[in-house]
């Protein structure tokens, strides 16, 4: 489906049941090993778990963002953008959003793994100020993983 939006067309918002299909579609599209449905609402209903959905005013989901608040920072777990919408800067709102949230409970860090092969990622994460801090081997069982950190900058007077 092609991707041309406005930017008051898209709305970021806490997940809900309906985001459900859009968003293991773009799970299939982007993963060798996507989520299930299950893994999403487990998520959904943990305390310290957050799911925000990127959506167009039609109610297409067009990306998403999942992460757990823990005592001194924020562990990003899932972040995924439809393929026909890459590139136009939703990735880096997603990021924000995280960052935001960080803030709003003091957390001074956000952590995340990525795969080694990730490139794309790994450029987004990079370009949007993440160092990558450790190489964890094996960590996917098939696979080692970078570590990434951010140290979230305090907010703007
Ligand atoms: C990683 C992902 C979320 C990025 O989303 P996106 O909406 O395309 O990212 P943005 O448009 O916000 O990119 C912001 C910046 O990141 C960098 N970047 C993002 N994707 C890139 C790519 N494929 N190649 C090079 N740089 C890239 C660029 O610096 C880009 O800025 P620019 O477009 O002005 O050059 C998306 O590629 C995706 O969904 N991938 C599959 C899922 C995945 O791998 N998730 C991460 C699991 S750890």
Redesign the pocket.
């Known amino acids: 489906m092609p991707c041309d939006f406005g930017k008051t067309e898209l709305s970021l918002a806490d997940f809900q049941e309906a985001d459900l299909p859009g968003i293991l579609a773009?799970e299939r599209?982007?993963?060798r090993h996507p989520w299930s449905a299950e893994a999403f609402r487990a998520e959904a209903r943990n305390p310290i778990a957050r799911i925000r959905v990127l959506r167009h005013a039609s109610g297409r989901v067009l990306?998403y963002v999942v992460f757990r608040l823990y005592e001194q920072a924020v562990h990003?777990l899932?972040?995924?953008?439809?393929?026909a919408?890459?590139?136009?800067?939703?990735?880096?709102?997603?990021?924000q959003e995280v960052v935001r949230e960080a803030r709003r409970h003091g957390l001074p860090w956000v952590v995340?793994?990525?795969?080694v092969s990730?490139?794309?990622?790994q450029?987004?994460?990079?370009?949007?100020g993440f160092r990558r801090v450790q190489r964890l081997p094996a960590y996917y069982g098939d696979e080692d993983a970078w570590l990434y950190l951010y140290e979230v900058p305090p907010a703007e007077p």
């Open positions: 773009i599209a982007s993963f990306g990003l899932n972040i995924a953008v439809d393929p919408c890459r590139r136009r800067g939703l990735g880096r709102r997603l990021l995340l793994e990525v795969r990730n490139e794309p990622a450029r987004l994460y990079e370009a949007f």
